[in-house]
Nanobody
């Protein structure tokens, strides 16, 4: 079994910063891509940022230059540093991790989500 858990959401004022964390645990042979998605009320879930096992990153245009994704393989963790936050960044943020297990099967796992609210 594999578990994925996010933390770090909360309420922040416009222009503020917040860091999200996500940790994977369980029977994991290798962690491949790690990504953050978000979903605002009434909207579809969208990709925010992704980081490959080779530490190649890609960002949505809406967060480019403001958000930074990073990973710590030893901790099985991925982080999202969010700066210059805007009200339109308000959403539930989800961690998605692609994992190869000991049967050499690759699957994607989602966390439960963490709420980020940007408001004065």
């Amino acid at each position: 079994q594999v578990q994925v858990a996010e933390s770090g959401g909360g309420l922040v004022q416009p222009g503020g910063s917040l860091t999200l964390s996500c940790v994977a645990s369980g029977r994991i042979l290798k962690i491949n891509d790690m990504a953050w998605y978000r979903q605002a009320p009434g909207n579809q879930r969208e990709l925010v940022a992704v980081i490959t096992s080779g530490v190649v990153t890609n960002y949505a245009d809406s967060v480019q230059g403001r958000f930074t994704i990073s990973r710590d393989n030893a901790k099985r963790a991925v982080y999202l540093q969010m700066n210059s936050l805007k009200p339109e960044d308000t959403a539930v943020y989800y961690c998605n991790v692609r994992i190869t297990d000991f049967f050499l099967s690759e699957n994607a796992y989602w966390g439960q989500g963490t709420q980020v609210t940007v408001s004065s």
